[in-house]
């Protein structure tokens, strides 16, 4: 009996360590949280800035604005449903959201929020670097958007670079948009994502 007894409590202490090393197994570094949204980034913004291209070129800036206002969106939302199955096998994510945001944002729903902003002031002062934070149980991943090619200043420049259509058509779609001004190489806004993993 007493051997019985030793034996249970044998194996509750051996599957309690199983237990807790499973749950430390499922915590992932801050690296490689970021090597997973640089991925999520390679896979999300060259095609979206690849259609964009094709639309000002095809149609012209202001029309490119209109098929922006949708298609970035809903891109946006598909890219997501994906991603947020390979976040669960590869990290453990109970969800996952990925979202372009800005402290000059034209979409409202892109707007930063107070810890995003401080960082954004960070980055103005010492140059845009990925980083990773931690809100509640959500771990959220910044990655720097730049003003890289001149095609972005059609519709995101300031008065000698902005087209003049293009601009109508923004502020009737955007009256609160505040995503003009911009010069080359300025910083734009955020790549991000927020993983909320089951591991405690
Ligand atoms: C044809 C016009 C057009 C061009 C060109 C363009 N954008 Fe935008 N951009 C938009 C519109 C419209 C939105 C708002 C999309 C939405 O409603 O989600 C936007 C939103 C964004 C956002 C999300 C944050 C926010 O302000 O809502 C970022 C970041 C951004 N653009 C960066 C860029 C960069 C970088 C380039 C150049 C590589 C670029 N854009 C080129 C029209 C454009």
């Not at 913004?45 to 029309?63: F, H, L, N, R, S």
């Not at 402290?103 to 729903?109: A, G, I, V």
Request: hydrophobic share 40%; glycine share 6%.
């Amino acid at each position: 009996m007493t051997s019985l007894k030793r034996f249970f409590s044998l194996f509750v202490i051996f599957s309690f360590s199983v237990f807790l090393l499973h749950c430390k197994s499922k915590k992932h570094t801050d690296a490689e949280y970021l090597n997973f949204a640089s991925k999520v980034m390679q896979d999300t913004m060259p095609k979206m800035m690849q259609k964009v291209q094709e639309q000002v070129k095809a149609k012209g800036y202001a029309e490119a604005v209109s098929f922006c206002s949708t298609f970035a969106p809903e891109f946006g939302k598909n890219k997501n449903v994906e991603w947020t199955e390979k976040a669960r096998e590869e990290l453990g994510a109970k969800t996952f959201r990925l979202a372009r945001i800005s402290m000059k944002n034209r979409n409202p729903k892109n707007a930063a929020n107070a810890k995003q902003a401080a960082i954004f002031s960070q980055w103005l002062k010492e140059g845009g670097q990925p980083t990773v934070y931690r809100d509640n149980e959500k771990i959220v991943t910044m990655h720097p958007i730049q003003i890289a090619m001149p095609l972005c200043l059609g519709c995101h420049g300031d008065s000698a670079t902005l087209d003049k259509k293009a601009g109508q058509v923004i502020q009737k779609l955007y009256p609160e948009d505040k995503a003009v001004g911009y010069k080359m190489g300025e910083l734009r806004g955020a790549f991000v994502t927020e993983i909320n993993t089951t591991s405690f």
